[in-house]
């Protein structure tokens, strides 16, 4: 199994960022799909789902704000983030069951 995200960078409050992860390694179009988030010192914070009938959950720090989606052709896995707010800033993450990718930082300042 492996993740691979990217698309990460430093924006400005009220910008916008999206992120893309790549899958491999596992059947991802019948797979339940996460983005979570780490800050320094903070724990992981779980953010939206996405399972194989596209039907998303969001966090309700983020809902509103953020859109989970997928393509099951290409086995990626988005995150579209609007109105980022400096609080947004944390390293993300895909996430498969526990199983998450190296992370892409996103800085809002």
């Known amino acids: 199994v492996q993740l691979v995200e990217s698309g990460g960078g430093s924006v400005q409050p009220g910008g916008s960022l999206r992120l893309s992860c790549a899958a491999s390694?596992?059947?991802?179009?019948?797979?339940?799909m996460s983005w979570v988030r780490q800050a320094p010192g903070k724990a992981q914070e779980w953010l939206a789902g996405?399972?194989?009938?596209?039907?998303?959950d969001y966090a309700d720090s983020v809902n509103g704000r953020f859109t989970i989606s997928r393509d099951n052709i290409k086995n990626a896995l988005y995150l579209q983030m609007n109105s980022l707010k400096t609080e947004d800033t944390a390293m993300y993450y895909c996430?498969?069951?526990?199983?998450r990718g190296q992370g892409t930082q996103v800085t809002v300042s």
């Open positions: 996405i399972n194989s009938e596209h039907k998303a």
């Open positions: 390694g596992f059947t991802f179009s019948s797979a339940y």
């Open positions: 996430l498969k069951g526990t199983l």
